[in-house]
């Protein structure tokens, strides 16, 4: 595939339910089977109530592609807490991403656990993965229009999105940074509005074609209740 095709294949990670001002595209990602991804994910929540600023929470977060058909890729994800007890267990999910990048849908599994220091950990260690998820929802990436390539091209798009079993109405404005035979970097900056769940988001993302995820990025999600920054990867 050329460089100039991959240029298109800038994609949502949300379930896209509406129109945007990209143009459509057959183009897809191309993670095969048995491809891996790890990362250090840095949370950080930052509550009004809140008197001096939380520590960020620290997660190695590693995902496997397991299964592709029917034009979707499933993905096991582990995370586990870098700055916590050492017999607290990983938190484990699965996730499956569309060929155009639109991250379909996610499910955890948290084991029961009775010792109160440990089920703190996965309470943190859920908190986290669960705010990488739902700001790759909230991006909900639309494809460049045919033909734009070079760096500094602007698009928009428009859609719904489910983030946490609710519908989000969303608007976000793309900047292409840079492009390559290996990914790409894109600038983010857009608006949104739900039940109980409005505000905005700023961030810049990499992505590498042969992985189901943003290989690298930093989100900053401002909400009434709460600020999230996320950041991950070599940018």
């Known amino acids: ?88 267990p990983s938190i484990r999910a699965q996730a499956a991403v569309a060929r155009d990048g639109s991250l379909l849908r996610s499910a955890f599994s948290v084991p029961d656990e009775d010792d109160p220091r440990i089920a703190r950990s996965n309470d943190e260690t859920v908190t986290a993965i669960t705010a990488f998820v739902d700001g790759l929802s909230l991006v909900g990436m639309s494809l460049a229009p045919e033909g734009v390539i070079a760096p500094g091209a602007r698009w928009s798009g428009s859609a719904t999105v489910r983030v946490g079993g609710t519908m989000i109405a969303r608007k976000i404005a793309y900047q292409l940074v840079d492009i390559d035979a290996v990914g790409a970097r894109v600038r983010i900056r857009g608006m949104f509005d739900g039940p109980a769940l409005d505000g905005r988001l700023v961030g810049l993302l990499r992505w590498a074609w042969a992985q189901p995820f943003p290989v690298a990025g930093t989100l900053t999600i401002v909400l009434r209740s709460r600020t999230v920054e996320l950041s991950w990867g070599d940018l």
């Open 1 to 88: 595939m050329s460089t100039s095709h991959r240029a298109a294949a800038l994609f949502a990670f949300a379930q896209l339910t509406g129109c945007a001002t990209a143009a459509e595209s057959t183009l897809h990602l191309e993670p095969k089977v048995g491809a891996s991804q790890s990362l250090i994910l840095s949370a950080a929540i930052k509550e009004p109530q809140d008197g001096a600023p939380r520590p960020p929470l620290t997660l190695e977060v590693h995902a496997g592609v397991v299964e592709s058909r029917d034009g979707e890729v499933h993905v096991d994800l582990d995370a586990s807490p870098q700055q916590t007890l050492a017999c607290a």
